[in-house]
């Protein structure tokens, strides 16, 4: 029920009385060819696959402060005052369930909307009762459930996450590694529920949880939605490596001023949007294979909290590239976005495909829709995920063509029209 999370219900809210378009919305807006080019195929994608329709959609969710979404969305101050008054009964009503919180994980954040004091395994069976109790109450046929709380502290995994029961007794024995982030994908995933990362958290990327999502054949995918800096990241990149022009070096700062700037202003919080930030680039530009081009590059990214900035951040990045015969030259971006503009769509796309691939069996990390993540979880551990926009967007496109039966593209049949 912060910004991101606000900004998407209230979108959806408008966008299906016809106030507003989903724009940034592949589901909503984006086409797809089918067959040859000759063929003269392309339909809309939600036409193509079976998607939920934006009107059977209803929204919940936990947070720690006690804000309902109308109030939560004006302090967010993503959308302006018209849109908001106008879909004010329908936000108010969207109240925030008592939230799993541990002040360790998240130091910057001080609400008082949080469950009684109890075991983790009690907090993980609330938080069941809760997601049954929003569905019996709403009469859904079907939940996803897609993480837009804080960015918690970085942690890499421990003994308690090897395995299912060394995670379950840890929740019993409410071990200090176990974060609230992972009680919540516990709980979805224990009733079956896909579920989505859009933090930098480490909630879905070890083997207990992905143990549950093999016994229950859950769908899951993260992390981090790729939204600003590292959007145009993966946008540019390609492009440099596609033309083997070199890189020295990748500096990108950012200023914002929102509750996540706040949050990311612990150190602890930015190392897990570092870490994330940073895997970027040696993907796509694979400096092993390419050592003369991308051998010794400087990556540096910043986050600094700035208030005045609000959402609307501003991400500079200096990137000092070079050409033939090694001469230099540089490029500057200065990207004034609105962050959670362009994560709400992504949250959207992520509900409505994740739900198509659970109901296609489609279990276990979701890679096809990488397109969406900063920090893709690649299906295996010596598999590299893909950072590349273009190569996400195809893979995203073919398996839906795959889910329909028909035949991907590959640009390689034995007619030229292909
Ligand atoms: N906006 C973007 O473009 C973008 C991009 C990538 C990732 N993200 C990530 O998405 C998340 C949400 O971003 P935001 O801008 O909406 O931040 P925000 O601070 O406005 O919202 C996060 C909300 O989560 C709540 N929260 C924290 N811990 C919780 C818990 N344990 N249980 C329930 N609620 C909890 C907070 O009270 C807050 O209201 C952040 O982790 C951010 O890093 C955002």
Redesign the pocket.
């Given at each position: 029920?912060?910004?991101?999370?606000?900004?998407f219900i209230a979108g959806v809210l408008a966008i299906r009385r016809g106030l507003a378009s989903p724009i940034g919305s592949l589901t909503q807006m984006g086409t797809i060819r089918i067959g040859k080019r000759t063929d003269d195929n392309v339909q809309p994608i939600k036409d193509y696959v079976p998607l939920a329709d934006l009107k059977d959609l209803v929204f919940g969710?936990?947070?720690?402060?006690s804000?309902d979404a109308y109030v939560?969305a004006k302090r967010?101050g993503v959308l302006e005052s018209p849109i908001l008054e106008e879909l004010g009964d329908e936000l108010r009503a969207i109240k925030?369930m008592p939230?799993?919180?541990?002040q360790e994980?998240?130091r910057n954040?001080h609400?008082d909307?949080?469950k009684p004091d109890a075991s983790k395994w009690e907090w993980a069976q609330a938080l069941i009762a809760d997601i049954e109790a929003f569905k019996a109450k709403h009469g859904c046929t079907r939940l996803v459930g897609v993480?837009?709380?804080?960015?918690?502290i970085y942690k890499q995994p421990g003994a308690v996450h090897q395995t299912l029961a060394a995670f379950e007794q840890g929740l019993r024995d409410s071990d200090p590694d176990i974060a609230?982030?992972q009680?919540?994908a516990y709980a979805f995933m224990k009733l079956g529920i896909p579920y989505a990362n859009?933090?930098?958290?480490l909630s879905l990327d070890f083997p207990a949880i992905m143990e549950l999502a093999r016994q229950n054949s859950v769908a899951v995918t993260g992390k981090?939605?790729?939204?600003?800096q590292?959007l145009m990241k993966t946008i540019l990149a390609p492009g440099l490596k596609a033309r083997m022009l070199g890189v020295h070096g990748w500096y990108s700062t950012n200023i914002l001023g929102?509750?996540?700037?706040?949050?990311?202003d612990d150190p602890d919080?930015f190392k897990?949007?570092e870490v994330?930030k940073l895997g970027v680039l040696d993907t796509i530009f694979e400096p092993k294979r390419n050592p003369e081009l991308y051998g010794d590059i400087h990556h540096v990214v910043r986050i600094n909290y700035y208030p005045p900035r609000g959402?609307n951040?501003e991400g500079w990045d200096n990137i000092d590239i070079f050409g033939w015969l090694g001469y230099p030259m540089q490029i500057k971006i200065d990207f004034l976005?609105r962050?959670?503009i362009?994560?709400a769509p992504?949250v959207l796309d992520l509900a409505l495909f994740m739900d198509l691939a659970q109901r296609a069996k489609l279990s276990g990390v979701q890679e096809w829709l990488s397109f969406y993540w900063?920090s893709p979880q690649p299906v295996q551990d010596d598999v590299y995920p893909e950072h590349d926009l273009f190569i996400q967007h195809t893979k995203l496109k073919n398996t839906l063509r795959h889910l329909m039966g028909d035949d991907p593209i590959t640009h390689l049949g034995a007619e030229y029209y292909d």
């Open positions: 029920m912060g910004a991101v999370g606000t900004t969710g936990w947070d720690v402060f804000d939560a967010a925030p939230a799993v919180f541990e994980y998240v954040l609400g909307n949080i993480w837009c709380g804080s960015t918690e609230p982030s009680i919540y859009g933090a930098p958290n981090d939605f790729k939204t600003g590292t929102n509750r996540d700037g706040e949050v990311l919080s897990s949007k994330s959402d951040k976005c962050d959670s362009l994560a992504i900063k």
